[in-house]
């Protein structure tokens, strides 16, 4: 059932002139793991029982039936082999997908996916009792060059939004799952070891219904943080939402979205990785490239781009408070430079854009992060900020944006003073 997300509010107080600084703190979803349908690492010993007694066995397994996978025609040979009376034709193949995640060595990689029309399918469980449908075969590797142990869940679907997701659901994968070598419980789940390596097969189940909504989407697969504790506070990286068309885009319209993104090229914060709106570039300054320098941070504006948003169809009646204006975005881009000799976090920032009327606090969810920093090395971060088009944003030639606190996990502040930057509109 699609949920709402209550932006309104949040929307609202950007308008109003604040006395505190706003928190982007946009990693908190990450750190509630997503309790999955069929997953392998909570799989009971009883299931794994009905499978293969002992490793080499299953790794004979998996090695016959990665055989099976041909070049052409359909990829996965259990869709047939599992659901006996179905005809399966492959309507849409992709071979190099690009869709990869390296989390501090812990490696994640598509070689290729596959989707597949299914028809004359007498289980009524897959389809909502439907005989017809889709199968998304997805081959991937991981490979664990990590320090230790992995604990990584399958990834999931995104659809038009956030809230359209499909969980990948094991309706015929069975003999080539992709999935560690170590047994798993519920109370004990499996993990890949420091140095494994594994490829296989996972899938998603489709009624026709939802892959006539997502082939026309901007589907994305959500690659889920590893952790290296069971528990998956660990983080080893962060969750990443990458490009997963699932239908032939049209070569024409595909190079006119191509020659458009190229000359707007709007940032890739999470208005666009949620698909919470597009965005239409009115003024952008990509090579600002302001730099602070701080003993443990050096901090760089790299730029600012002013956007305005039109809504998807999910979140139209989040915008108010607007006064019937257009919403502007202000997406300010910045480097992170570690100075220290630990890790620190790029969660916590307390931010502010004003000019001389109006404060603006920034909207959390919007912006995006990279996550955690390694000493020594530069991390990425977008803070966003709403506006309306005429009142604020066309009413001035430039704003203060302003850094008061870069707080670590620790809850210690990374900054010893205040950093402003001067961020123009034209």
Do not use: W
């Not at 492959?90 to 995640?101: G, H, L, M, Q, R």
């Not at 319209?253 to 890739?268: F, G, L, T």
């Amino acid at each position: 059932m699609k949920k709402k997300l209550i932006l309104a509010g949040i929307l609202a107080s950007s308008l109003t002139v604040a006395t505190a600084c706003g928190n982007s703190d946009t990693a908190s979803s990450n750190d509630d793991s997503k309790e999955k349908t069929e997953s392998t690492q909570s799989q009971s010993k009883e299931d794994k029982a009905t499978e293969n007694n002992s490793s080499d066995k299953k790794t004979s397994s998996k090695e016959d039936s990665n055989s099976q996978i041909s070049d052409t025609g359909v990829m996965n040979k259990e869709i047939t082999k599992t659901l006996e009376s179905a005809k399966a034709e492959a309507v849409y193949d992709n071979k190099e997908p690009n869709i990869s995640s390296d989390q501090k060595g812990f490696k994640f990689n598509v070689d290729r996916y596959q989707v597949v029309h299914v028809t004359n399918v007498d289980d009524k469980n897959i389809f909502d009792g439907a005989k017809e449908g889709y199968i998304v075969t997805v081959k991937a590797t991981v490979n664990n060059q990590s320090d230790g142990k992995a604990y990584f869940n399958i990834p999931d679907l995104q659809g038009k939004d956030m809230f359209d997701t499909h969980l990948n659901r094991r309706a015929t994968v069975y003999e080539s799952l992709l999935e560690p070598k170590t047994e798993g419980t519920v109370d004990e789940p499996s993990y890949y070891k420091k140095g494994e390596k594994q490829t296989g097969l996972f899938e998603f189940y489709l009624t026709k219904e939802e892959y006539e909504g997502l082939k026309n989407a901007h589907t994305k697969m959500i690659i889920p943080y590893a952790s290296s504790n069971k528990d998956m506070t660990k983080h080893l990286g962060e969750e990443e939402k990458l490009d997963m068309p699932l239908a032939k885009v049209d070569k024409e319209e595909q190079a006119k979205n191509d020659e458009k993104a190229a000359q707007e090229a709007p940032y890739k914060d999470n208005i666009l990785d949620n698909n919470v709106a597009e965005k239409e570039v009115l003024s952008k300054k990509a090579t600002l490239n302001l730099t602070q320098k701080s003993e443990k941070v050096d901090v760089t504006v790299e730029g600012v781009e002013y956007s305005k948003l039109n809504p998807t169809e999910s979140y139209k009646n989040e915008f108010t408070s607007f006064d019937g204006e257009d919403v502007v975005a202000a997406s300010v881009k910045l480097k992170v430079k570690n100075n220290t000799d630990s890790d620190i976090t790029l969660r916590q920032f307390s931010v502010f854009l004003q000019n001389d009327n109006v404060k603006f606090l920034d909207q959390g969810t919007l912006g995006s992060h990279a996550g955690t920093v390694s000493p020594g090395q530069e991390g990425e971060k977008y803070v966003v900020f709403l506006m309306k088009r005429k009142s604020d944003f066309e009413a001035t030639n430039n704003f203060t944006f302003r850094i008061t606190h870069i707080t670590n996990s620790d809850g210690k502040d990374l900054l010893s003073k205040e950093l402003d930057f001067n961020l123009p509109t034209k």
